[in-house]
């Protein structure tokens, strides 16, 4: 393992103290918040529980809250402007919003490229457009369990109108090479639509490097309180038929953001950047608190040593379910491990997913079995939609001492 603050950052998350025994290790279902977060959360129900738009102080507080928070994401995934950024309830409803807007826009171009990688919530939502004159082309995942950039040039021509994928799977972890696909899509004239809600918290997201044209987060996965995020190209949301009700400003990112949002969860959402950078400046060894100008290299730097270390958490986990015959789905090789994030799933032959998780959930491990909102991967792996795989997602704050524990659960469980 290399030298990760793991220890100290852990003493940063108060629910991981509260909970005692517990092992959080379904973070990929939703990760915990530092203090910091609450802090922020807690001052901003505090100081300034309003409505914003207002001329007094408290009502100036939410605007200015709103601004910095949305400067910060901007500056997180090193969007060109933070007009760039919406703020909102989750990744499925804007997902929606833009599949419902690229929906009035299909001329001609109306294909959409969908994978059997992705969770549903980036499928079910663009697919519903058939009924707007779309046509669907799949693309597929190999038996590595991963998605490769030579099976997507063949899918792609004059009538693509986008690509709907996800930068890594929230069932297999793999990492999906969104680079090389938005180079091919963009190359036939086509959108790239992308859900990083499963890689956000493993590794640094960079719209400009990515070249994508949208991508959507959900910032309860990465340290954050409950909520959403959609940044796309300024030039796209302002063409893109969104809501245009007299009221909501015709300009992104008002035109994104019909209502009223959770302000407080916004203000969680600015110190759950603010936390990443800060592990950045102090792995670089740099004082003082984030600015503007760094917070991008300073979070990404604190991202890059989360791969390192999750690194090693995915080598410990897949060497723990091998030792226990595990059937692992997805990449399980060592020399493929950079390939993934710390998200595997795996069935016990003989034991029911729920009898896994049942006895995990004994020895207070919460790890999750199903679907995972991903039924045509399932099937796809030949498992059945109503029972599925277990799945283990590790986060930084996650350690080898907890990979243990589940291995002596199931070292204990009774196979038919
Ligand atoms: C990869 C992925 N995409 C989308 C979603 C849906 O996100 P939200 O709950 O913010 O709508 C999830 C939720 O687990 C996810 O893992």
Known sequence: MINFPAQALREQFPALRHAGNSVFFDNAAGAQVP???????????????????????????VDATIARSRASVAAFINARRPEEIAFGM?????????????????????????????????????????????KF?????????????????????????????????NALGSIVDVRGAADLAHAVGAEIFLDSVHYGPHGSIDVQAFDCDYLVCSGYKIFAPHMGFLWGRYELLQALPTFREDFIPDEPPGKIEAGTFIYENVAGMDAAVNYLAQL??????????????????????????????ERGLSLDLLAMLKDNKAQI??????????????????????????DVTEAAARADIGIRDGHMYSPRLMQRLGLSKETGAVRVSLVHYNTAAEIQRLAAVLAGLKRR
């Open 329 to 354: 789905y997805g990449i399980d090789a060592e020399a493929r491990i950079s390939e993934r994030v710390p998200t595997v799933c795996f069935n016990i032959p003989g034991v029911l997913p729920q």
């Open 90 to 134: 989750n990744a499925t409803s804007f997902i929606r919003l833009i599949s419902l807007a690229v929906g009035q826009t299909l001329g001609k171009r109306n294909e959409i490229v969908v994978t059997d990688l992705d969770h549903e919530a980036n499928i079910a939502t663009w697919l519903v457009l058939e009924k707007m004159g779309a």
């Open 35 to 61: 203090q910091v977060v609450l802090d922020a959360v807690n001052g901003h129900l505090i100081g300034h529980n309003v409505q914003r738009g207002g001329r007094y102080s408290q009502s100036v507080s």
């Open 137 to 169: 082309v799949w693309w597929k995942i190999r038996p590595d369990g991963c998605l490769h950039t030579d099976d997507l040039q063949p899918l792609l021509s004059a009538r693509t109108r986008l690509l709907a994928c996800t930068l890594a799977s």
């Open 280 to 309: 950045g400046r102090t792995l670089r060894g740099k004082a003082g608190a984030p600015d503007a100008q760094s917070l991008h290299d300073d979070a990404r730097t604190a991202l890059n040593a989360i791969r390192a270390y």
